[in-house]
């Protein structure tokens, strides 16, 4: 069976053009599942706040 991407065209995307997809597929996602309480669990929080802060964006304000 072919495979869905072709691997050529998977190269082709520069790590810039790849940075901006998953932002603006990780920013439509905070925006449509926002959880019903509001609140993620603390150690959840904690990973995203680690992981924000080590791509340079400071700290999700929740």
């Not at 998977?10 to 790590?15: G, H, N, P, W």
């Not at 959880?35 to 700290?59: I, K, T, V, W």
């Amino acid at each position: 069976m072919p495979s869905r991407v072709d691997e050529n065209a998977a190269q082709a995307i520069d790590r810039n053009t790849s940075a901006s997809i998953c932002n603006a597929i990780g920013e439509r996602l905070r925006q449509n599942l926002v959880p019903a309480s509001g609140a993620l669990p603390s150690r959840l929080q904690a990973l995203l706040d680690e992981m924000q802060r080590q791509d340079g964006h400071g700290s999700r304000g929740a």
